[in-house]
């Protein structure tokens, strides 16, 4: 397992973009972004395979969110665009270390987790 830090979440109106990042203490082979609304189950939205770059989205975020490699220390980020009250959630990071079992949405797949952000957008 790795120690996962997100940061850049905050409060935006209809239409805004904010761009979340996350930490990691150590290697990691894959990594996606999940997010939980109140009363809703935790939702996978976005995979990075760290290695090659290649990526997967959920279809309710696809065309707005960007997922990408950033530096060794800060392996992910999320770029969000044109964010819509839909989108207010909990944002978690996680990471796999090596191949685990599950799809890439399911939170079997990630043996490491962030304690989340959150992101909140208004109308």
């Known amino acids: 397992q790795v120690q996962l830090v997100e940061s850049g979440g905050g409060s935006v109106r209809t239409g805004g973009s904010l761009r979340l990042s996350c930490a990691a203490s150590?290697?990691?082979?894959?990594m996606g972004w999940f997010r939980q609304a109140p009363g809703k189950e935790r939702e996978g939205i976005a995979f990075?395979?760290?290695?090659?770059?290649?990526?997967i989205y959920a279809d309710s975020v696809k065309g707005r969110f960007t997922a990408s490699r950033d530096s060794a220390k800060t392996p992910l980020s999320l770029q969000m665009n044109s964010l819509n009250p839909e989108d207010t959630a909990m944002y978690y990071c996680?990471?796999?270390?090596?191949?685990?079992?599950?799809?890439?949405?399911?939170?079997?797949?990630?043996?490491?987790w962030g304690q989340g952000t959150q992101v909140t957008v208004s109308s």
């Open positions: 150590g290697y990691t082979l894959y």
């Open positions: 990075v395979h760290i290695e090659s770059g290649y990526t």
């Open positions: 996680a990471a796999a270390t090596g191949p685990r079992p599950g799809h890439w949405d399911q939170e079997s797949a990630y043996d490491s």
